[in-house]
């Protein structure tokens, strides 16, 4: 891997959020052609931006712990 994690990271991310605004835009053109998965899409788009959010978030908490941790070896002398 020539890249940084957070550039893959971040990349994904954006992705996943473009899939999940359109779930939701589905969502919102399906309510008003009165379709019986409307409420479906809406609920999918918002739960796959909350977990990429989530994921993102711990995954750069997780990377900080791990550089912390490998930082606080090499200064212990």
């Known amino acids: 891997m020539n890249k940084p994690s957070w550039k893959i990271r971040r990349r994904i991310v954006w992705g996943s959020w473009a899939l ?7 969502g919102i053109v ?6 019986l998965a409307a409420g479906e899409l809406v609920a999918g788009g918002v739960a796959l931006i ?3 959010a989530s994921a993102y978030i711990g995954g ?12 606080g070896a090499e200064n212990d002398g």
């Not at 999940?20 to 589905?26: Q, S, T």
């Not at 399906?30 to 379709?35: K, P, Q």
């Open 60 to 71: 750069a908490v997780a990377e900080d712990v791990q550089l912390h941790k490998k930082i």
């Open 50 to 52: 909350t977990l990429i």
């Open 20 to 26: 999940g605004a359109v779930l939701v835009f589905g």
């Open 30 to 35: 399906a309510v008003f052609t009165d379709r």
